[in-house]
């Protein structure tokens, strides 16, 4: 695949890359948007993916379908597709041989690898040894950080260009920071909502409720979550996909998967990820818009727009129950949860989408 580096300005046709597909994905929704911004403006996107990816699901372009589903062969496929006769430039958000821009959404393999290796027990370190697919990912991103298949690079936090940095030594002018950003009026905190909201997931008024929402509940820190629930007294809401028979406590409700995080948010008080490794977490953004404290770790790249006790708490690690109980404790206050709550639109107002994707297409155009 030839990547080009002269662009033609009057009517770009921007190749987008992403393999699978879920309904409740973000890369999948941020997608969408931002061809729709392209196409708002005059332009055309093509979609490269397979066949999960449903045809009304795209209208700013022809889907063009990539016969391969596993990581690399999904990568040699559409190579041999040559996107450059279909469009002027791409954007993958997916790892793959080389591409124009490549949007790092789902971090860096290889710090994520590090990082969950700290909390891996025996068991599970001999039995990942063997990974293929670990392998084949981190050959993808090989390539495309340390050996500059991708022309330009975008992290969506700094520990994700910082993680970039350090392990493909890639030259940081060549990776631009666009943090995530959510449609904020969404998700605006009002007191019938909320009432509402409790009545419906049957939340007694004066239940303090944390909030735990995600799917990957090794990664995102479910366990450790739960036991700082115990530790402070509360029960903690769960919505996401995940082996919920692992999970066993009185100190925890599962909700499901529910394709509307409006109504949890809108019933919790305070949302709690200690995640082991999260680029940066839209569902803390979602929990920011929606006025709650977030409490979560140093390893989300959300947590660099959080100040301590202002927006939430950050902790260094998953596994300091303690400290993340004594957070949810801190946070129990309704006083200080109402006091923050300004703050919080504040901050989250910031990173609304409309801003996102005005970056972002600033940089696609301007290439």
């Known amino acids: 695949m030839q990547v080009k580096n002269r662009i033609p300005r009057e009517r770009l046709n921007v190749g987008f890359v992403r393999r699978g597909y879920s309904r409740s994905g973000g890369a999948e929704a941020y ?108 050959q993808l991103e090989k390539k495309l950080l340390g050996e500059r298949g991708a022309r330009r690079v975008i992290a969506n936090s700094v520990m994700v260009r910082h993680d970039i940095v350090r392990c493909y030594d890639r030259a940081p002018e060549t990776i631009e920071l666009v943090r995530n950003g959510v449609r904020v009026s969404d998700f605006g905190p009002a007191p019938l909502k909320r009432e509402a909201a409790r009545a419906r997931l049957g939340i007694a008024a004066d239940e303090v409720a944390p909030l735990f929402a995600g799917s990957g509940w090794g990664r995102k820190g479910l366990r450790y979550a739960i036991a700082a629930a115990e530790k402070a007294g509360m029960r903690l809401l769960v919505v996401g996909r995940g082996k919920q028979h692992r999970y066993h406590s009185a100190s925890v409700r599962f909700l499901g998967e529910m394709d509307d995080l409006r109504v949890p948010l809108a019933a919790a008080d305070i949302f709690i990820l200690p995640t082991i490794y999260d680029p940066f977490s839209n569902a803390s953004l979602e929990a920011m818009a929606a006025g709650l404290p977030v409490i979560t770790t140093g390893g989300n790249g959300c947590s660099e727009i959080i100040d301590e006790r202002v927006h939430g708490s950050v902790v260094a690690s998953p596994d300091a129950v303690d400290e993340l109980a004594q957070a949810l404790e801190f946070w129990s206050d309704a006083r200080r949860r109402q006091n923050a709550r300004p703050a919080l639109l504040e901050r989250a107002t910031g990173f609304d989408i409309s801003q996102n994707l005005a970056h972002m297409l600033d940089l696609l155009l301007s290439s």
């Open 31 to 138: 997608a969408r948007r931002l061809a729709s911004g392209l196409a708002a403006a005059g332009h055309e996107a093509t979609l490269f993916t397979t066949a999960e990816w449903p045809d009304d699901q795209w209208q700013a372009g022809l889907v063009v379908r990539v016969r391969a589903n596993e990581p690399l062969a999904f990568a040699d496929e559409l190579e041999r597709l040559h996107p450059a006769k279909y469009c002027d430039l791409v954007l993958s958000l997916e790892r793959i041989w080389r591409c124009d821009f490549y949007r790092a959404g789902d971090g860096v393999h290889r710090a994520w690898l590090e990082r969950r290796a700290q909390f891996d027990g025996a068991v599970q370190k001999f039995a990942r040894r063997f990974g293929s697919k670990d392998h084949a990912i981190l």
